[in-house]
């Protein structure tokens, strides 16, 4: 099968129609404004948190995966669980199966260029109708090899100056897929692993990646179906967590839509199997709620966070044995143009973006959006807020401020703060003050007066989060009081 891609002026905007083939046409959804919560901005004009110049040392930041891969591949790959991958795993399975898709696509505009010639069709004639038509009419091979050199990998990886090796990580990976499950897809059902085998040519320094006869088909391009996810392979390479890596590429699959639901927990639907996203990011079952939300999303909300706009989510309650539980997460962002692609980015440019969309994340305090530029700029941990207060010493000093508020607050019956709970955590302050100083009575009255509020602020985030948090303290206040 040819890698090569031929040049031919009949074919100006050759991608555009490779892009209206390869990226469904889903109906954009507007994100309302009246469900975003107020987010506490970041100083973007007057603060360098690039060069960090403000700061009286320098900063090292470690540069961005150079790679101008592009991953493409079918959503089926997402109705499953990808198990016992490590972080290093995931970008080798990434770089696979981005060039994988590299070669089917230059397949395809060599049979396309092909069968022009064949027709005997004149310049005019070829229309995107035209290209469209014979793309998808292109039969792709199943007996695929995948050949990448050690130093191909090393570079798409990021692994350039790390003195791990390579081969250990390949076989690492292709124990952890030889434990994924059999899938279905338009009739068809494809047994794992995905290659028939991995060979490591230890003397010629590279990898051969050779498929199951029907992946291709149910994985990978496929224009008939037009159901495809696709982003650049560097937001995957420059992640540091699996969990990071497995929320984005879920969320990436809706990007021209800007809208995702996920269940809690893997359900069965007439037949159908839905994993939830705990079964997706492989979340120990004894995880309390909390905890998920709290630490574990939060921090891969922080790491992506760089590659959305608007980012945010909310969650859908449901009752369970008398008890009000989660049952599902709403993910929604900005949507993308369906032609959209930054694989070519420049440095620059990465940052330009990445800050931004840091900014504009709905569900992070202005805390957490620190991390975030922090893990996005590889640098060390606290550094953005230290270029922002060296800019702004007045809100270092009034942050310090709020801090010995938080310790010098006294609570009767029962001690939030040993909770982890405190006045900041609170976005209406003074609400705070109030509900950590009542009583259960005096709870249950500004429950009741918040719930109106929730009620007619038309899906104000800040006074559901708040009302939560307070529901959450009063029922620990009576079980503590039924203790008794």
Same mark, same amino acid.
């Given at each position: 099968?040819?890698?090569?891609?031929?040049?031919?002026?009949?074919?100006?905007?050759?991608?555009?129609?490779?892009?209206?083939?390869?990226?469904?046409?889903?109906?954009?959804?507007?994100?309302?404004?009246?469900?975003?919560?107020?987010?506490?901005?970041?100083?973007?004009?007057?603060?360098?948190?690039?060069?960090?110049?403000?700061?009286?040392?320098?900063?090292?930041?470690?540069?961005?995966?150079?790679?101008?891969?592009?991953?493409?591949?079918?959503?089926?790959?997402?109705?499953?669980?990808?198990?016992?991958?490590?972080?290093?795993?995931?970008?080798?399975?990434?770089?696979?199966?981005?060039?994988?898709?590299?070669?089917?696509?230059?397949?395809?505009?060599?049979?396309?260029?092909?069968?022009?010639?064949?027709?005997?069709?004149? $310049?005019?004639?070829?229309?995107?109708?035209?290209?469209?038509?014979?793309?998808?009419?292109?039969?792709?091979?199943?007996?695929?090899?995948?050949?990448?050199?050690?130093?191909?990998?090393?570079?798409?990886?990021?692994?350039?100056?790390?003195?791990?090796?390579?081969?250990?990580?390949?076989?690492?990976?292709?124990?952890?897929?030889?434990?994924?499950?059999?899938?279905?897809?338009?009739?068809?059902?494809?047994?794992?692993?995905?290659?028939?085998?991995?060979?490591?040519?230890?003397?010629?320094?590279?990898?051969?990646?050779?498929?199951?006869?029907?992946?291709?088909?149910?994985?990978?391009?496929?224009?008939?179906?037009?159901?495809?996810?696709?982003?650049?392979?560097?937001?995957?390479?420059?992640?540091?967590?699996?969990?990071?890596?497995?929320?984005?590429?879920?969320?990436?699959?809706?990007?021209?839509?800007?809208?995702?639901?996920?269940?809690?927990?893997?359900?069965?639907?007439?037949?159908?199997?839905?994993?939830?996203?705990?079964?997706?990011?492989?979340?120990?079952?004894?995880?309390?709620?909390?905890?998920?939300?709290?630490?574990?999303?939060?921090?891969?909300?922080?790491?992506?966070?760089?590659?959305?706009?608007?980012?945010?989510?909310?969650?859908?309650?449901?009752?369970?044995?008398?008890?009000?539980?989660?049952?599902?997460?709403?993910?929604?962002?900005?949507?993308?143009?369906?032609?959209?692609?930054?694989?070519?980015?420049?440095?620059?440019?990465?940052?330009?973006?990445?800050?931004?969309?840091?900014?504009?994340?709905?569900?992070?305090?202005?805390?957490?959006?620190?991390?975030?530029?922090?893990?996005?700029?590889?640098?060390?941990?606290?550094?953005?807020?230290?270029?922002?207060?060296?800019?702004?010493?007045?809100?270092?000093?009034?942050?310090?401020?709020?801090? $010995?508020?938080?310790?010098?607050?006294?609570?009767?019956?029962?001690?939030?703060?040993?909770?982890?709970?405190?006045?900041?955590?609170?976005?209406?302050?003074?609400?705070?003050?109030?509900?950590?100083?009542?009583?259960?009575?005096?709870?249950?009255?500004?429950?009741?007066?918040?719930?109106?509020?929730?009620?007619?602020?038309?899906?104000?985030?800040?006074?559901?989060?708040?009302?939560?948090?307070?529901?959450?303290?009063?029922?620990?206040?009576?079980?503590?009081?039924?203790?008794?």
């Amino acid at each position: 099968m040819s890698n090569e891609r031929q040049n031919n002026e009949s074919f100006d905007g050759y991608d555009e129609i490779l892009d209206k083939i390869f990226d469904s046409d889903k109906k954009k959804t507007e994100i309302n404004e009246d469900n975003a919560q107020q987010v506490e901005q970041l100083d973007l004009f007057n603060v360098d948190y690039r060069n960090n110049k403000d700061l009286p040392i320098d900063v090292k930041q470690k540069p961005f995966a150079s790679t101008n891969l592009l991953m493409r591949f079918r959503s089926q790959l997402n109705r499953i669980i990808w198990t016992g991958l490590s972080a290093a795993h995931t970008k080798i399975f990434t770089v696979v199966l981005s060039r994988t898709g590299n070669q089917l696509a230059a397949y395809q505009q060599e049979e396309v260029e092909n069968k022009i010639k064949e027709l005997g069709l004149s $310049k005019e004639e070829l229309t995107k109708e035209t290209l469209s038509k014979l793309a998808s009419e292109v039969k792709f091979p199943t007996n695929i090899t995948t050949r990448i050199t050690y130093s191909e990998m090393d570079h798409d990886i990021g692994y350039e100056n790390n003195n791990s090796s390579i081969s250990k990580y390949v076989d690492g990976m292709k124990e952890a897929l030889e434990q994924w499950k059999e899938i279905k897809s338009d009739g068809i059902t494809a047994s794992f692993p995905i290659f028939k085998g991995i060979i490591n040519n230890h003397n010629e320094k590279y990898f051969d990646f050779i498929y199951n006869d029907v992946m291709i088909n149910i994985l990978l391009i496929n224009p008939k179906t037009g159901d495809f996810v696709r982003y650049p392979v560097r937001e995957i390479v420059d992640l540091s967590s699996v969990r990071s890596q497995t929320l984005l590429r879920l969320l990436k699959q809706m990007r021209t839509v800007g809208r995702i639901t996920f269940r809690k927990h893997t359900t069965e639907t007439n037949g159908k199997t839905r994993i939830g996203l705990w079964e997706q990011l492989e979340i120990p079952k004894n995880t309390r709620e909390s905890k998920f939300s709290s630490r574990i999303l939060k921090d891969a909300l922080i790491e992506i966070s760089p590659y959305f706009t608007n980012l945010n989510y909310t969650k859908k309650y449901g009752t369970l044995n008398g008890h009000r539980v989660v049952v599902s997460y709403t993910f929604t962002f900005e949507p993308e143009s369906p032609k959209k692609n930054t694989t070519h980015y420049t440095p620059e440019e990465i940052v330009a973006e990445g800050l931004v969309n840091i900014d504009s994340t709905l569900c992070l305090t202005r805390k957490d959006k620190f991390k975030a530029i922090d893990k996005f700029l590889k640098q060390k941990h606290g550094t953005a807020e230290k270029e922002y207060f060296a800019i702004h010493p007045e809100e270092a000093q009034k942050d310090t401020d709020v801090k $010995k508020q938080d310790t010098n607050i006294e609570v009767n019956v029962w001690k939030p703060n040993k909770h982890n709970l405190s006045i900041r955590d609170f976005y209406d302050r003074e609400l705070g003050k109030k509900v950590l100083k009542a009583d259960i009575s005096e709870l249950e009255k500004i429950i009741a007066d918040i719930l109106n509020k929730v009620r007619s602020s038309k899906g104000n985030m800040e006074l559901v989060a708040d009302y939560n948090k307070i529901m959450g303290l009063l029922q620990k206040k009576k079980a503590v009081e039924e203790r008794k």
